[in-house]
């Protein structure tokens, strides 16, 4: 394998890459060159930490550490995707809980499987790319809820007039919302290899191994993104759903939901 | 079972959100048979009540018993499909007017009977013909004829009616309102409807009348 070590001077050069963007908001006054600067310091500080942390982790080689960083990984996951669930009671813990099932139900089947092996630093990284893309499929989702929910107001309201269950009357808006949430994972795995060389696989090939061994590589985390998005998106919209509704299987009241 | 005693019971019902009042306290008996025309301006909170009773909202104060229960400790679903609320202007589910008469069988999981669809369809004026036709193509007094059907599917003990006949001409409002009396004489079927049409509130048997909130207090206050 071709090893290839970045130096350190060379890094310090494609910082100019940063210069570069910094003279262009200067001179087209964007009035972005103080976020530019702080985005680039918070990348730089939170990379080293984490690349300090991996490596103390990968050294120890623990499984309880292995097992609580993959929980670390999806609670902040978890946090992250509630901020797309108002008007959702316990949106934190519905992620929580939607997140880590899909990560760890994958994570088994490709341990399992024998695909990848329980050392950190497979299970970690895989972890990430699970988590992450599980974060934003439920964000997706959640962001879908609300709207479908505003929208179809009175069409539900319709719904339960007739006597239908809450469950019968979001079902339409329950399966157009994973279908949304799922759409960007889909996409990407239609596009795999011809828009864009994922970052799996990319890495790899940068890494010194043959494209052909690294695709097996970028084949299984394209069938382990769409096992999780479509596990954590099902457990999210099933665990949420019913928040928009009331204890009396009541829709809860929105604006201009009311009429007169 | 005691005659005199109503079948549902609505005292002293009131609906705020937040500070602004949309109901002022009501208070009404239902009896088997009635037939109550609503009216009142815009603002008085009519089709909100429609939605108290039919439990599609939770009234702020005030207590609804129907057949002697408290319908706070009945199952939601069973109690709708004995008050069933029909809106002014329905939005159909589906394709067809057949996925829209069909989901009341398919709420009981029961098959739907194809001559009862088209006798439904006929008693509103409409044609048998008219069941497989798509929603995108009916006019605004179809649908709302359509959607008043699927309240009829599964006769109701209480039918909540806003303005149904709103977007109908005179021959089909007729049509329509003979369909509703017959219902509410043949088959004791409570009927509320809401109405602003002067020949309608001087041929009602009862008339309710509300009044915005805003105007009671402004009256309180004088």
Redesign the interface.
Known sequence: MNQHNISDTSLMLSLTLVVIALLISQKEKLGMSKDIIWSVCRAIIQLVIVGFVLKSIFDINNSWLTVLMVLFICVNAAINARKRGRNIDNAFTISFVAILSGTVITLTILVLSGAIAFVPMQVIPISGMIAGNAMVAVGLCYSNLNQRFRDNHQRIMEMLSLGASVKLASGRIIADSIRTAMIPTVDAAKTVGLVSLPGMMSGLIFAGIDPLKAIKYQIMVTFMLIGTASLSTIIAVYLSYRRFYTARAQLKVMDGSLGE | MDDALPLLDVKDVAFS?GDRQ?LRPVSLQLHEGDCVLLTGP???????LL?II?????PTSGQLIFRNSDI?TLK???Y??QV????QT??L?GQTVYDNLA??W???RQKPQQEKLVAHLESVNLSPDMLNKSIEQLSGGEKQRV?LL??LQFMPQILLLDEVTSALDEENKLAVLSLINRIAAEEKVVVVRISHDVNDIQQAEQVLRLEPPEKENARESA
């Open positions: 959100v949309l815009s603002g008085s909170g009519k089709s909100t939605k039919a439990s599609l909202l939770t706070t939601a679903e069973a709708r499909q069933s609320y029909c809106f329905p939005q589910f989901l009341p398919q709420i009981r959607g699927r309240n």
